[in-house]
């Protein structure tokens, strides 16, 4: 038995999604593993590693045409598995990039918009971001204030958005906003007059990530900028359901990280005269992190093959997020506590990893929402408010 792939699910992949898989793979090893500490240390995300990862094809892989890879659902997933492996600030990137900036646009566009924007976010030349949350509105975004009301042909966009991924480097923000007929959304390019952005320091979580806030001061914007399939919170709600499908795997990738360095550590440090792993508490740290591990693989997998499939239903990518993050959370948390003093420093990554995990836990609907979801789903009766 593979003490890492228990079950064998890499079998499953198909010989391309292998390849997408060894590919993401040795990038993280030869580009990521190297710098990662220094970048998390630093609070410092490189943006030169877009491009390298539009070479790859992992910018809106999964979407076809306009210069995207193409690829299945699954392949998505493994990248960011893979990609989270070394650092969920890698995986954010091409979360915000491909699913929250580049699907609106693939899915609610225009063919003019979607020709304008499509191939050179795949390439990684613009960088996009996604705004929704709100300084006083995260999960329940139904009570927006940023506003866009007609000038003319005209929007004029007011109001900030808050908590938003590489906001502070992109060149573009799809921005949601209340408008007199219902919230719709924008695609608002970074040199519009009126809009501007702070970066939020200090974070303990996701520091290799921008985070940052975005104004919009009067941002007059053509009647061409809004997104025209796009009516109602279902429209920002449907691209959130599309980016927690790459969580569901990438939760797996640093849950992997925090076992494997568990379980090598086990191995060679001794104390009471035998290698920490011969002790029957930390064999049962180690399988409970094994069980969680494998199931929640698993599990992504299977997501992933209904979404190829077209029969993925949002409360079921809320199960993934819902489980998938919390085992990851756990794992971290047990792995720590294997490498006593040495856990808590960046020479291992795993309270780097967990401390990420902190924020996918909250992010892209809370572990609360979700719950709410799911009770709803299986209720019939909504408890949101
Ligand atoms: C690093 C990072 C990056 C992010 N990137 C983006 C981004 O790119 N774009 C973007 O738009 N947003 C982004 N977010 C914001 C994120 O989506 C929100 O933080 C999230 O939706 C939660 O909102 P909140 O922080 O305002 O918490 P709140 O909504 O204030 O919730 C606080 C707590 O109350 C709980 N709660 C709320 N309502 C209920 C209820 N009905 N029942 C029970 N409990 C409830 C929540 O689950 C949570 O535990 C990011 C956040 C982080 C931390």
Same mark, same amino acid.
């Given at each position: ?241 599309? =980016? ?5 795997? &990438?939760?797996?990738?640093?849950? !992997?990280?925090?076992? @494997?360095?568990? *379980? /090598?550590? $086990?191995?060679?440090?001794? =104390? ?5 792993? &011969?002790?029957?508490?930390?064999? !049962?740290?180690?399988? @409970?992190?094994? *069980? /969680?591990? $494998? ?91």
């Amino acid at each position: 038995m593979d003490p890492v792939d228990a079950l064998d699910v890499e079998r499953l992949y198909t010989d391309e999604e292998r390849m997408i898989r060894d590919t993401v793979r040795e990038f993280v090893r030869e580009r990521v593993m190297p710098e990662i500490d220094d970048w998390f240390e630093r609070a410092h995300f490189p943006k030169e590693v877009i491009p390298e990862l539009g070479k790859l094809g992992l910018l809106g892989m999964h979407l076809h045409g306009y210069g995207c890879a193409g690829t299945n659902a699954v392949s998505y997933g493994i990248a960011c598995m893979e990609l989270e492996v070394g650092d969920s600030g890698m995986r954010s990137a091409i979360s915000v990039q491909g699913s929250l900036s580049m699907w609106p646009i693939f899915t609610y566009g225009s063919e003019e918009q979607k020709q304008e924007w499509l191939p050179r976010m795949a390439s990684g030349e613009v960088v996009g971001c996604f705004g929704l949350t709100e300084p006083d509105f995260g999960s329940d975004p139904a009570g927006m204030r940023t506003f866009a009301r007609r000038d003319g042909s005209d929007w004029i966009l007011s109001g900030t958005k808050t908590w938003i991924t590489n906001g502070g480097i992109a060149d573009v923000a799809i921005v949601w906003a209340r408008t007199d007929e219902g919230i719709r959304g924008f695609i608002v390019p970074r040199e519009t007059p009126g809009f501007s952005t702070s970066d939020i320091e200090r974070k303990l979580s996701l520091r290799a990530s921008v985070t940052s806030e975005l104004s919009f001061d009067d941002c007059r914007l053509p009647d061409d900028a809004m997104l025209p399939g796009a009516r109602g919170l279902k429209g920002p709600l449907s691209v959130l359901d599309e =980016a927690r499908f790459g969580i569901v795997w &990438g939760s797996m990738g640093a849950a !992997r990280s925090c076992y @494997e360095t568990a *379980l /090598e550590y $086990a191995k060679s440090r001794v =104390a009471f005269g035998k290698p920490i792993a &011969g002790f029957q508490l930390t064999q !049962r740290k180690l399988v @409970e992190m094994l *069980l /969680e591990l $494998a199931k929640g693989t698993l599990l992504a997998l299977h997501l992933g093959r209904m979404k190829d499939e077209g029969r993925l239903e949002p409360e079921q990518v809320s199960m993934g997020k819902l489980n998938n993050v919390r085992a990851a959370l756990e794992i971290a948390r047990e792995a720590r506590s294997i490498l006593g003093a040495n856990g808590i420093t960046l020479e291992y990554p795993i309270s780097r990893h967990m401390n990420n995990l902190e924020s996918v836990f909250t992010y892209e609907g809370t572990n609360e929402i979700h719950t709410l979801i799911l009770g709803q789903a299986v209720t019939g009766l909504p408890a949101f408010k």
